[in-house]
């Protein structure tokens, strides 16, 4: 029975594009996901927690998703730098006006994950945007690539949720100027 749920869920998740940049065959119902495991029972945690299941699920509003649900009426240009559509791997990776939120809180993931694999690696791994938003968004997604190391991806989590909590508002605070 729990077999069929989880097929149900992965085949569910496949075809949702919301749902893309979660690790699927990581998925098992009844089992909560690390980004909950992960948090500490205090109101910002909850709040971090918060903020990145948004971003796992793609219910986090983007420019490029006002252009979406608009009917494409609204630009999807990003209203910090005017530099291209405002989706996430622009946010999590190229936006212009983020560069040193994004410098101070992303060292440490990748300090943290190349102490237990080769810079080689890294390199061959997280070889464009694209993997590193995943990375960002979803770590699990990786879990085959640290399984012979001592990484904990308990740890990588909570840094990732970091990253995305300072990312996010540190866009906010400009939105808002
Ligand atoms: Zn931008």
Excluded at 25 to 34: A, D, F, L
Excluded at 50 to 63: E, N, V
Excluded at 167 to 174: G, T
């Amino acid at each position: 029975m729990s077999n069929y749920w989880n097929n149900a869920l992965q085949i569910d998740t496949v075809q949702k594009t919301s749902l893309r940049y979660l690790a699927v065959n990581y998925i098992k119902t009844g089992k909560p996901h690390i980004s909950y495991t992960t948090l500490q029972p205090t109101i910002v945690d909850v709040w971090k927690g918060i903020i990145k299941s948004r971003m796992m699920t793609r219910t986090y509003t983007l420019q490029a998703d006002r252009h979406k649900l608009s009917r494409y009426e609204i630009a999807p240009t990003c209203q910090l730098c005017n530099q291209g559509p405002e989706d996430l791997p622009h946010m999590l990776t190229t936006c212009s006006a983020l560069s040193e939120t994004r410098k101070e809180t992303f060292a440490p993931i990748k300090i943290y994950i190349t102490k237990f694999i080769r810079e080689r690696k890294w390199k061959e791994t997280f070889i464009d945007r694209h993997k590193i938003t995943v990375l960002i968004i979803d770590c699990t997604n990786f879990t085959h690539i640290f399984s012979e190391s001592k990484l904990k991806i308990e740890e990588l989590e909570t840094l990732t949720r970091n990253m995305f909590y300072k990312m996010h508002d540190s866009r906010l605070k400009l939105i808002s100027v």
